[in-house]
């Protein structure tokens, strides 16, 4: 129930390039590695990993196989 409100948000926070987890702002995250030529991982202060498309402009959290 509750995580049917809570993943619309964190997903607005994630267009918004904040971090759902903690709000830091991902751009401003230097824990940032290369992954191919479009994509970064990166992972925020709180742990959280996502992949940055470089392309699209875009975060998203990565999959498990990606970590
Ligand atoms: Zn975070």
């Given at each position: 129930m509750l995580k049917k409100l809570i993943e619309p948000m964190q997903l607005v926070l994630l267009q918004k390039?904040?971090?759902?987890?903690?709000?830091?702002?991902?751009?401003?995250?230097?824990n940032r590695t290369g992954r191919s030529q479009t994509t970064e991982k990166v992972v925020c202060d709180c742990g959280r990993i996502f992949i940055y498309d470089k392309e699209l402009d875009t975060y998203r959290r990565a999959a498990f196989q990606e970590v």
């Open positions: 390039k904040y971090c759902p987890g903690c709000t830091r702002k991902l751009d401003s995250q230097r």
